[in-house]
């Protein structure tokens, strides 16, 4: 009897330690297919991982027309109504992606909310203890999309999760190196890099850590970052490349281009609303115009 008991014990400490040991991922969708797109490169990038992978639904009101609103029975909640046939709708979308990937390591929790994109992303965030947020991208095609921006963009300038972006142009291929872009002017922690040291230690990605100047000398201050990033990467196999630039995006999209380059990752400085406004963000030129993943911590 004490053997039993004893057994089921280790049992049920082996499945807390799987628990919290798995990945939380965010994954946003509209079904588009700029989403699965998104999704797929997830399902693949973290074959081999125990996740977990929260799928959001955020319904806006203009998602319903007036013959939706026809088909709902007089004696229900209007909300309760349109929130039940969207998750059944997001219920169904997931089961593709299940049959799909058949994969034991990963599990899938539904998440449907009638609110702001931003608010939806950050409630989900702090209430799951969601690591990564995983979202497709779209090139801007006009001045107003780059005013304006995207789901993308906001989530990146509006939350404090990692956002891994997948391009509308990207398909998925295997990762084997990762370009990481510091002007050294702010110093790091591991924690700062969880997300990006996850992957390029647990995935065995090669990592070159390129500084961009318009001198060739850094400063004291420039080497002590720089010896932070070292003891950050120590346990990767890294580099530390310095590049005279020539225009931020040009000189990374030259790199990335010469060096077969399968990952971008970068941190992204937090700005208030009129600084925003008046200064032109390396973000959103990234986001615009990349056509690999990118990583933004």
């Not at 013959?67 to 929130?83: A, F, R, V």
Request: charged residues 20%.
């Amino acid at each position: 009897m004490i053997f039993i008991i004893f057994n089921l014990l280790i049992y049920e400490y082996l499945i807390l330690v799987n628990y919290l040991n798995m990945k939380r991922i965010l994954l946003t969708t509209d079904f588009s297919e700029n989403a699965n797109q998104a999704i797929d490169y997830a399902m693949q990038l973290f074959k081999y991982d125990d996740c977990q992978f929260y799928i959001l639904h955020v319904l806006k009101a203009s998602t319903f027309i007036s013959d939706d609103l026809m088909t709902m029975t007089p004696s229900s909640n209007l909300y309760e109504q349109l929130i039940a046939s969207a998750k059944l709708k997001l219920e169904n979308y997931i089961k593709t992606f299940k049959l799909k990937y058949n994969n034991i390591l990963h599990e899938f929790i539904p998440i449907v909310d009638y609110d702001s994109f931003i608010a939806a992303v950050n409630q989900v965030g702090e209430k799951e203890g969601i690591e990564l947020i995983v979202m497709g991208t779209k090139g801007a095609s006009n001045a107003a999309k780059r005013f304006l921006g995207t789901n993308t963009i906001h989530v990146i300038q509006g939350c404090s999760i990692p956002v891994l972006a997948i391009p509308n142009v990207c398909s998925f291929k295997p990762i084997h190196k990762v370009v990481f872009t510091s002007n050294y002017d702010v110093d790091y922690s591991l924690n700062d890099l969880k997300a990006l040291v996850y992957l390029v230690e647990h995935h065995d990605y090669k990592i070159d850590v390129l500084h961009l100047s318009e001198t060739k000398k850094l400063t004291t201050e420039q080497e002590a970052v720089k010896t932070s990033l070292k003891k950050c990467f120590k346990n990767a196999t890294h580099q530390f490349i310095e590049l005279e630039k020539e225009g931020f995006l040009k000189t990374i999209t030259k790199y990335i281009n010469t060096n077969n380059i399968d990952l971008y990752a970068m941190v992204n400085r937090k700005y208030g609303f009129w600084e925003r406004f008046f200064t032109h963000q390396k973000i959103e030129e990234v986001a615009y115009n990349m056509t690999i993943p990118f990583l933004v911590m």
